[in-house]
């Protein structure tokens, strides 16, 4: 088993010679509902989130003011994009 | 099975149902077997009465949650972003379908994996996909279901699925006291059940469970393994010779109040079977917080040995949570107790849990094998009724009022059947 980094919640590892997984890097941050890896960055002029969505493979980078606007986001706001219609299922 | 209903050489005419099966000195063995009786039970107690779910020291951090069994609804218990405790029945009202799978997790919303219904942790419904089928967002009265009632002492989280009823203080009465000492042995003044429960199957009725918790008269018999390998002074508090009382604290519950016995040997932590230098930390923490004779007070007369009906056993160092799956099954969860400025004695309150309550535990073990066997025994026709008089020759009243019996009499079962019956014949809603 060839470990890669521990998340919080969860370690990532495939089979050694295995060529056919995708092996998600960075640390897991996980529960029943989601399974997201969250890692840092640092290809662009500054470092950057990079969030990825385990169960689809969508990635999405996150800077530092984007991080600094969730950390801001008014629970009403956060409660709204919890809705499963709100983007990603809006029909 | 036996009969349903008992010969009429055996009972009086007239009555309730309960009348004739539940006599002062005994009571049917259909009570035990009967699958009528059994849902008349979920109905009467199990869905109305206050009922033991879990401890708010399972859920630290907002947004945790457990899951827990409240007779047969699957419970979960959360904590909001505020910090207030619910517990939600674990059910979407979309298709009924099972909302958390796992034990345990943090999350602020639970998303159903079949049609991705998402409803905050207070059971709020947040949303649905495509809501174009709905006429738009926020257009459905729903959430997930709701304990009615959800109520706490110390930390020990009670639900009642009825709407109205006693309250949680009403309902404990005497046995809050009991509680309070348990708490009380913390310099903290708090406990947690956060060791983590092991869950033991076991196919016996649940009232053979809540009646053997605080009978005094099996523990030399049945137990005698453990305190022989142990040399555990315990048993010898359960016999003629004891000092020790059998308690009936009203309301179902009832206590082996050992104090008499440990007020005599006047030796602080005897009850913990050790003594005050191999748990200096903890002495001088008792001291500190309470002064010397309050302290050693608290540590001579030790934890409770109460049994707060239906479903809550404190068993000096243990919690049990009983929960029934059938009849003739239930599910039995303990946890060892964890005091909050415990030092020295936590780890060892898991040590000797494991081993008396454990998967290889003596003590359990030993219980269970009787309660199966008290099952497999109630199924025979003959006699039809298990005896609950002993101790009726020579039972008292105590100085606060509550009858008192000697450290092996069925005082405590009397009271638990009086209680039981009043509810059974109350009328159904």
Known sequence: MTRHEEGPHHEVGLEEGADDVVVPQGRVVESEFASIAVRLDREGNS??????????????????????SIVWLGEGHLTQLLDPSHERWRG | MTAVVPSASEVEEGGSRYDRLIQPARVHGTLYTDPSIYAEELRKIWHRTWVFVGHESEVPQPNDYVRKQLADQDVVMTRDKDGEVHLLINRCAHRGLQVCDDQAGNSSSFRCPYHGWTYRNTGELLGYPYNKGYGGKNQLPLGMGKVARVDSYQGFVFGSLAEDGPSLDEHLGAAKGEIDRLVGLSPEGRVALDAGWLR??????????????????????????????TGSPIGALYS????????????????????PEFREFAEPMRWFGTTPDRVPSYVQAMKDAFGEDEANRRMIEGAPHVMIFPNLFIAEIQVFNIQPVGVGECVQYSTAVQIDGGHELNQRMVSQSIGSVGPAGMLLADDTEMYERNQRGVAMADPEWLDVRRGLVRESVDADGFTIGAAT?????????????????????
């Open chain 1, 47 to 68: 470092v950057r989130l990079r969030v990825e969505d385990l169960r689809t493979g969508r990635v999405r980078h996150l800077d530092a003011l984007e991080l600094e």
């Open chain 2, 200 to 229: 033991h199957r076991t196919r016996a009725n649940w009232k053979f469970l809540a009646e053997n918790e605080t009978d005094g008269y099996h523990p030399q018999f049945v137990h005698g393994s453990i305190f022989g390998v």
């Open chain 2, 409 to 429: 009499d069925e005082t405590g079962m009397r009271g638990f059947w009086n209680h039981y019956k009043s509810l059974m014949e109350a009328e159904d809603r």
């Open chain 2, 240 to 259: 003629d010779n004891s000092t020790a009382v059998t308690r009936n604290l009203g309301d179902g519950h009832s206590e082996n109040d050992l104090r």
